[in-house]
Structure formats: structure tokens, C-alpha cells
């Protein structure tokens, strides 16, 4: 049977944040798979969104700026067509840029003192192309160097290499302590005055489906909710989608695409193997327009 491809992937990551594959790399894939239309997703970072949009005119696939803000919660916040430069949300991912410098640098010298671990902070900050630093970086970093095979996260090498270190068995929750993030209802508004649309993503695997908390958060200005996600089973997109037609919320879709890091995450789960309907991308993009224009 042949692979199904969505035609718009609303949810894909770059080395800009734990992606596997540049914007540009991103974009090509997209491309290659027949997909028309991407958004750039990156983990509280929007360093990529200009290469890929400037990726996107070459390969002749649609490139929405976007990003994926973490919050103190623990849930995931999508904005798409939000404005890049200066302004609350740009002051925003600078401040936890840094703070991910901070926290790096010290694993570097740790693992430097610990592991004899030949790599410096300013190496590893080049990986980055201007977003947010982190393990990823420094595994492809070690497997450039040939010290390590590959850069996946659960390759029995890298296990290896790291130990018993909590660098890589818990590095998303370490990580996680280091940066003072936003509550959910901070994340929506600032999206919105970035003059973007704000989408819940995998809503369900961050949480108990409460539709009481999704009302809040529709009051609020939250535009839509990620139904189309590797994350969610059939019953739990169902259940998704029907809040979205009773509450007027736009369903959206992607892949939450990261490339190489995770094999036995990423298998089959390639860019546009989830996506989002092109009517629902026009509902978010009049979405912004209308914020835009009125503020």
C-alpha cells in the first residue's frame, strides 16, 4: 500500500532546536515527499523560520513561521504566522536562550572533568545556527568527531559514552529546571501580540482531555488544537476533533517531525505522515491576519 501524505505538516523541528536536520534540509525533505505546505516549530526558538522560509521559495514549498513555546505546565503551545524581530516574544526566547548556554556550558565542563570530554561551550554554540543549545547539538558534534557512530539519543553507543550521567537519561527534565517558563495563558497572549495564531499541541499527551481548562484557554485566544498527531490514538483524535467543531476551534495536524535523534521514535513517522487540512490552514492564517489588523 502506498504511503499517504498530508499535503500542509503544521509541526516540524530543526536544528534550531532538537531536530536532526537543518531548515534548509527540513525544506527539501518536504519537498521530496510531495508535502506543499510546513511550518517551523522549534522549541522556543524561532532561529530557523528565515532560512526555511527562504528554503521554501527555492523548493516551492509554503513555509509558515512559527514556534513551539514550552510551558510551565508542561504543555506545548503552537503559534503560527507570528511576526520575527524585535518585541515581548523575541526578549522572551533570548532570555531562555541564554539560560540553555548557561546550563550546556556547565555540561560540558562537567563531562569535560568526568569524561575527558574534548568539546568546548563555543563548538557547541556554532551547532546551534542561533537557537537553542542542547544535547542534540552536542551528540552531533561528538559523531562529527567520529567519537560516536551516530547522533541518536538511544543508540547503545551514546548510552555508553554518557554512563550513569543524567545528561542523557534525563535530560529533558534537567533541562527543563534551568529556564523559567511561561504559564500556558502567558505562552497564548504572547503569541497573539506576535501577531500569531496559538494551537494546543498533542493536548491529549499532555494532559487529561478537560474541557473546562480548553474553554479557559479559548477565552483567552487560543485559536485551535493539534488533533493529527503521532500522539494521539484514533478515539483520542475523534474525541479532539468533535471539541474543535463544538467550540469553533481549527483542528491542525502535524508530524512533530524531529529527524535522527530518536529511531525508535522517528520510524514511520516522517514529514507529512500527519497533517493538516488546507481549508484549517487558512482558517489560522485569517486567524492572524484578523489579530494583526486589530490588534
Avoid at 522549541?43 to 513561521?65: K, L, W, Y
Avoid at 500556558?184 to 473546562?212: F, K
Wanted: glycine share 10%.
Amino acid at each position: 500500500m502506498a504511503e499517504f501524505i498530508n499535503e500542509c505538516d503544521l509541526h516540524v523541528h530543526t536544528t534550531a532546536s532538537d531536530g536532526g536536520w537543518s531548515p534548509e534540509e527540513v525544506v527539501r525533505l518536504a519537498a521530496g515527499r510531495g508535502v506543499r505546505t510546513i511550518a517551523i516549530t522549534d522549541h522556543d526558538s524561532t532561529a530557523s523560520n528565515a532560512r526555511a522560509e527562504a528554503a521554501g521559495a527555492q523548493f516551492g514549498v509554503e513555509v509558515i513561521p512559527g514556534v513551539e513555546l514550552t510551558t510551565s505546565e508542561g504543555n506545548h503551545i503552537l503559534g503560527y504566522f507570528i511576526a520575527s524581530g524585535a518585541g515581548e516574544l523575541a526578549d522572551y526566547l533570548t532570555a531562555l536562550r541564554n539560560r540553555s548556554l548557561t546550563y550546556m556550558r556547565g555540561v560540558v565542563e562537567e563531562m569535560h572533568r568526568t569524561r575527558g570530554l574534548q568539546v568546548t561551550a563555543d563548538e557547541l554554540e556554532q551547532c546551534t545556527g542561533g537557537g537553542i543549545p542542547n544535547m542534540s547539538h552536542l551528540l552531533d558534534l561528538l559523531c562529527r568527531r567520529g567519537q560516536l557512530p551516530d547522533s541518536r539519543f538511544d543508540s547503545p553507543e551514546a548510552v555508553e559514552f554518557f554512563g550513569d550521567s543524567d545528561y542523557l537519561v534525563n535530560y529533558f527534565r534537567t533541562f527543563a529546571r534551568t529556564k523559567p517558563f511561561a504559564d500556558t495563558p502567558g505562552a497564548i497572549r504572547m503569541i497573539r501580540r506576535a501577531g500569531g495564531a496559538a494551537v494546543w499541541a498533542h493536548p491529549a499527551y499532555s494532559r487529561r482531555i478537560d474541557i473546562e481548562y480548553i474553554d479557559s484557554l479559548r477565552e483567552i485566544g487560543l485559536t485551535g488544537l493539534e488533533v493529527d498527531t503521532p500522539k494521539h490514538d484514533q478515539p483520542t483524535r475523534a474525541r479532539l476533533l468533535e471539541i474543535c467543531k463544538e467550540r469553533g476551534l481549527v483542528p491542525t495536524g502535524g508530524t512533530d517531525y524531529h529527524g535522527r535523534y530518536f529511531e525508535s521514535i522517528e520510524r514511520g513517522r516522517g514529514i507529512g505522515n500527519c497533517g493538516t487540512e488546507p481549508e484549517n490552514v487558512e482558517r489560522l492564517r485569517e486567524a492572524a491576519e484578523t489579530l494583526r489588523r486589530t490588534g
